[in-house]
């Protein structure tokens, strides 16, 4: 695990792990942080990672979506449904404190999409929310409505935990054990589907760089 602090007055942490991250050990390593945050025994976080091949259950999950659990299946605790999570793949653990930041859960998740969707616009990817949908959606080079990002949080005590996850290259077969968020209409679709040659260290630079933006949206308080 590497770490430096974004460039940014009260940015949180930001942390880069190379390699693979262990999905339970990743789990417990946010509820902790959580805990200390709460406790104000430590900065807020911003997790950037990419796991091995897995699919996770969000508290809404429908057993009937999970079609082939071809990868080991974890119970998230975050909301919405089943995901996959795999190489490729950016994963980002945003653990903020919106205790001081606004106390306004759904303004978070629309803020957490727009960070997203503004680091795709630096990388020449046009992407947008879509109603009645959470996540990150663009389209397909066959003009089908696809999504490339989603997103799934929790809130304990006020302090955020998962995220947002953003597909790179990951191997899109691997969606296939699952019905992604419950949506059986869209495909999936990766920055590679759409002919980028973008790697991590590119999405890194976008995601830093719309950073300030992102925290901008959130209401500060002390």
Known sequence: MTSSTAPQWLAPQWIVSPGLTNYADALGDMEARATAIYAGDADER????????????????????????????????????????GPGQRIGYVQL????????????????EGWVIDALAKLDVPARR??????????????????????????RRWVTLHGFSLNVAPDLGHFGG????????????????????????????????????????????D
């Open 46 to 85: 911003i997790w950037l990672l990419e796991h091995p091949p897995l699919y996770t259950a969000g508290t809404s999950a429908d057993p009937a979506e999970l079609l082939d659990p071809r990868f080991p299946v974890y119970d998230a605790g975050r909301g919405g449904r089943y995901t996959y999570h």
């Open 130 to 155: 879509a109603d009645g949908r959470i996540g990150i959606w663009t389209d397909a080079p066959d003009g089908r409505e696809a999504k490339i990002g989603a997103i799934g949080v929790r809130v």
């Open 178 to 221: 699952i019905i992604p968020c419950g949506i059986a209409e869209f495909p999936v679709t990766s920055l590679a589907a759409l002919g980028r040659t973008t790697d991590f260290a590119d999405v890194d630079a976008a995601l830093a760089e719309t950073l300030p933006a992102f925290l901008d949206k959130l209401s500060a308080k």
């Open 97 to 112: 404190n919106l205790a001081k930041r606004g106390r306004d859960v759904r303004a978070y998740v629309a803020a957490l």
